[in-house]
T-cell receptor
């Protein structure tokens, strides 16, 4: 089946620094990828839609200047958390739909971000 | 817009007992329905999906779900659970590629 790889799986950073999370589709091309955020014991909330070759589309309430998304190629999208603060600590997950798979999306393994 | 309600936040169950996780959705258009499982500190894995056709859908690991359009439900069932089924389960709905998730149901299987 289709594989989406997310890296790193865990990261700890200091307040004020920036962290980059990568999401790669390993065996298919993804013109669209999605970034979700999951708070402890809560559901996944869609943050933004990453579009290859164009600007990302952010959901209401998500700061686009804080969560920078770059979809540089058909297999890679990155999420950069800029000037991270402890409240940004969360589990971030990306997903990519596979064309022709009837809207099924494949998920990365997730990234546990802890800002100290 | 779509929304999903998972009626049970936590479901404790004994090993080899059956389990049912309830999911109701609302949407003004036709939707596709999914159940995902999440193990601790991992991403989501698709259990099963309903796109069209037979309302009884069979998935991986012995799970199945039944789509009921009149009740706008998509409940997940397994006749006999294992310890390894302990995880978080999410019901999701979409009519394009964007998924709307329920709040999740934590299943804890005890020996």
């Amino acid at each position: 089946g289709a594989v989406v790889s997310q890296h790193p799986s865990r990261v700890i950073c200091k307040s004020g620094t920036s962290v980059k999370i990568e999401c790669r589709s390993l065996d298919f091309q993804a013109t669209t990828m999605f970034w979700y955020r999951q708070f402890p014991k809560q559901s996944l909330m869609l943050m933004a839609t990453s579009n290859e070759g164009s600007k990302a589309t952010y959901e209401q309430g998500v700061e686009k200047d804080k969560f920078l998304i770059n979809h540089a190629s058909l297999t890679l999208s990155t999420l950069t958390v800029t000037s991270a603060h402890p409240e940004d600590s969360s589990f971030y997950i990306c997903s990519a739909p596979v064309e022709g798979m009837n809207t099924e999306a494949f998920f990365g393994q997730g990234t546990r971000l802890t800002v100290v | 817009a779509q929304s999903v309600t998972q009626l049970d936040s936590q479901v404790p169950v004994f090993e080899e007992a059956p389990v049912e996780l309830r999911c109701n959705y609302s949407s003004s258009v036709s939707v596709y329905l999914f159940w995902y499982v999440q193990y601790p500190n991992q991403g989501l894995q698709l259990l099963l999906k309903y796109l069209s056709g037979s309302t009884l859908v069979k998935g991986i690991n012995g799970f199945e779900a039944e789509f009921n359009k009149s009740q706008t439900s998509f409940h997940l069932r397994k006749p006999s659970v294992h310890i390894s089924d302990t995880a978080e389960y999410f019901c999701a709905v979409t009519n394009d590629y964007k998924l709307s998730f329920g709040a999740g149901t934590t299943v804890t299987v005890r020996a």
